[in-house]
């Protein structure tokens, strides 16, 4: 072997990987072919310790149009011609070394997967992870991405409309900045990322060609980071206000019918897009790198093939259309270039000129290895799930103040100062707006309604990979539900450390496990994602987070159904159980016991068939009208839920159901599958019914009215008092409000 073991590290390849090229190649690879190589078989492109899990997914549905892995994102049949086209992905690595660009590229790239396909972008979400605010780099991280992903979506003229944001010791370091986005095509428009035909022509549209993101893909989301300055330099910049242009002159291209294929580049810039179009089209391509406009003097041809620079698309259209397609883009000022032919030979060969620079097969460049490695569960986590619950003290501090304190933890407070950055009514198809259980968007021109959502709780996962993965995919379609919209879809980001690592496959592995179970169980299948693995800082691992984007379909948007309290004298009932449990157990990897004890411990547990039920009721309540309101229980238990509620409204409610055992349990335990729905006293009979139909056991717990929270002999609290307490949670602990932030 002449090549080092330093630069295979700097491409993430092992020794083992590079024999394996060269036997299969029949040479040594050149420096060019080695470094795009090293991109296509990273862990980023490659997926080569998580597509043998990701398998287990299931993805099939009547409304499925694109599975996961068979384009940029997945696409779903809504009705009346249309499809929605949605996908989550991460840029983690990248936000740890520049927040501001790091989530602002995050979000551009994320979009030109949607319209890649031919669908128009209509909404974005997002779900961050950062570590405590009261660290200043913590801070400087959040303020950095927040503003990021608003200054990109602003100006793109997309909608910001939900999302999550937590806050963890675990991500000290390592942020988790997923963005997801939605788009929306008629179903016969869908356009794929394939090369067309053997004479068809590569068009390069968009920015020019500069070094910054080189090894993006390879050296910084593909392996683990000490030293964040030896990494800036594969941090791409960003240019929203060419991104706009680019998203209405590609849409415009498409519709036109002279594109035969279209494909972002995204990691590994041109490599990627070239090659994987290539495989799609069963075909082969040359590409000549001196045609390829740059910013940047001097650069090789390594460097333009490697370069992850933003707002770019590799266009193909056939010899006929290439003046008409050009003539699209430049009535919007998008550059274009011809920059190579689509040949039939299966090859992936690179010029400079009339110089030959790189030859690989392209079923070679695009087929990397693939582990199956053996998982093995971290002597730790038996001791945390066996942690003897009931020996937990009940909280030092009186029902009513623990409330207050639950309602301004970090992450249970407003997010108000955080999403009050996005613009989350442009378009203007936003019905529901960030703050709800999930965003719901109008379909103009029709009845029917979006409800989106992204969920995920990376302490349940750390205690119980497996019951975790259930639990993150059921919250996602609990948030949905309880809108009144069915879950049609799901998108993912798995987030975990180094794969290579046992106790890391493990938590992976039982991860997919019991996420593919729930999918399957709530009949919503996965059909797009992205693996971000190697999230470590100094050898410790982020908590296993797997975050679940869900798409809920509302047959008419007027049955939406929204979280606050609306009407004085409504009953509150609990969907999901037939009393409230104060079971010390119903604390395991609560928020609770992590503000009021510092603890994390205890076995998260999730019945996926009551779950079912659950959320079949609440759904067949909202579509006959029967529901003032809809809150699941998460984070903070009941308490919390009924709070919020109560908030949303400024209306107050009486909790008279009869609470057993503990009442911190009873209260803020977070036991899975509750719905707290309101509804007019008259129809409680109504709702009898339909949780029989559904299954789904049901418990009369209060009653709507007065201007406080009131639980008999454990609390009484205004809801104004309430109110400031959850509204000013994340500026108490020490974010700053947008001003500072966009500074």
């Known amino acids: 072997m002449t090549v080092t073991k330093q630069a295979l590290d700097a491409l993430a390849l092992s020794e083992a990987e590079y024999e394996a090229i060269v036997e299969r190649l029949g040479r040594e690879p050149n420096e060019l072919e080695l470094g795009m190589f090293g991109s296509l078989w990273s862990e980023h492109c490659g997926y080569k310790h998580s597509k043998p899990l990701l398998r287990m997914f299931a993805s099939q549905s009547p409304r499925l149009l694109v599975a996961a892995g068979d384009e940029n994102a997945g696409a779903v049949d809504i009705g009346g011609g249309l499809a929605v086209v949605f996908k989550i992905e991460s840029h983690n690595h990248p936000s740890a070394i520049e927040p501001f660009e790091g989530a602002a590229t995050g979000v551009g790239g994320i979009v030109r997967d949607i319209f890649a396909m031919g669908a128009r972008p209509i909404a974005l979400l997002n779900s961050l992870r950062f570590g405590p605010l009261l660290e200043p780099r913590n801070r400087h991280l959040f303020n950095g991405v927040v503003a990021g992903i608003s200054s990109y979506g602003n100006c793109i003229g997309i909608p910001n409309v939900g999302g999550e944001v937590v806050f963890s010791p675990s991500y000290s370091g390592n942020p988790l900045v997923n963005a997801m986005c939605v788009g929306l095509v008629e179903k016969d428009k869908l356009i794929r990322a394939a090369t067309g035909p053997p004479g068809s022509v590569m068009l390069l549209v968009g920015s020019e060609t500069g070094r910054d993101g080189i090894h993006g893909a390879s050296g910084l989301a593909s392996r683990t980071f000490e030293d964040e300055r030896e990494m800036r330099p594969a941090v791409q910049v960003s240019n929203p206000f060419l991104e706009k242009a680019l998203i209405e002159a590609c849409l415009e291209a498409a519709a036109s019918g002279h594109v035969v294929g279209l494909q972002d580049l995204g990691a590994a810039g041109l490599t990627s897009a070239s090659v994987e179009s290539a495989s799609n089209g069963g075909t082969g391509f040359e590409l ?404 029989g139909e559904a299954g789904a056991p049901w418990s009369l717990i209060g009653e709507v009215g007065g201007a406080s929270m009131v639980v008999p002999g454990l609390m009484d609290l205004r809801v104004e008092k309430l109110g400031a307490a959850w509204r000013g949670g994340i500026e108490i602990h020490g974010a700053p409000g947008p001003e500072d932030s966009a500074s």
Request: proline share 6%.
């Open 288 to 691: 000549d790198v001196s045609a390829v406009p740059r910013r940047d003097s001097g650069m090789t041809p390594y460097e333009v093939m490697l370069s992850e620079s933003q707002e770019r698309m590799l266009v193909f259209v056939q010899e006929d259309s290439v003046e008409p397609a050009r003539g699209i883009f430049d009535r919007w000022d998008i550059p274009t270039a011809v920059i190579g032919r689509v040949t039939g030979s299966r090859g992936a060969r690179i010029f400079e000129g009339g110089v030959l620079k790189g030859d690989a097969p392209v079923g070679l460049l695009d087929d990397p290895p693939q582990y199956r490695l053996n998982g093995v569960e971290p002597e730790w986590q038996a001791q945390l799930q066996g942690w003897d619950m009931d020996s937990v003290p009940l909280p030092s501090i009186p029902p009513s103040d623990a409330l207050l304190r639950l309602l301004a933890s970090p992450n249970i407070a407003s997010k108000e100062s955080v999403f009050r950055q996005y613009d989350h009514q442009v378009q203007t198809n936003s019905v529901v707006t960030p703050g709800a259980d999930a965003a719901v968007l109008r379909i103009k021109g029709s009845a029917k309604g979006l409800a989106l959502a992204t969920d995920g709780n990376g302490r349940y996962c750390y205690l119980d990979p497996y019951v975790g993965g259930m639990i993150a995919v059921a919250e996602a379609c609990r948030n949905v539900s309880a809108m009144g919209a069915e879950p049609v879809a799901l998108t993912n980001c798995l987030n975990f450390g180094n794969p290579e690592r046992p106790d890391v496959y493990y938590q992976l592995e039982r991860c997919v496990e019991g996420m593919a179970l729930a999918s399957r169980t709530l009949g919503a299948p996965i059909i797009s994602g992205n693996v971000s693995l190697y999230n470590e800082t100094r050898g410790e691992a982020i908590y296993p987070t797997p975050i679940v984007g869900a798409l809920g379909l509302l047959d008419d948007v007027a049955a939406r159904v929204t979280p606050g309290f609306r009407v004085e004298g409504d009953l509150v009932v609990l969907l999901g159980v037939t009393e409230l449990e104060g079971a010390a157990a119903a604390l395991s990897g609560s928020e609770c016991l992590e503000t009021m004890h510092g603890l994390v411990a205890g076995q998260p547990a999730i019945d996926l068939g009551v779950e079912a039920a659950a959320q079949r009721a609440c759904r067949e309540a909202a579509s006959r009208r029967l529901l003032r309101s809809a809150h699941d229980c998460s984070d903070g238990g009941l308490a919390v839920a009924i709070a919020e509620s109560c908030i949303a409204t400024g209306l107050g409610v009486v909790v008279d159901a009869a609470i057993a055992g503990r009442w911190d349990a009873s209260l803020f335990g977070e036991c899975q599958s509750r719905i707290v729905v309101s509804l007019d006293r008259e129809r409680l009979d109504e709702l009898v019914d339909v949780c």
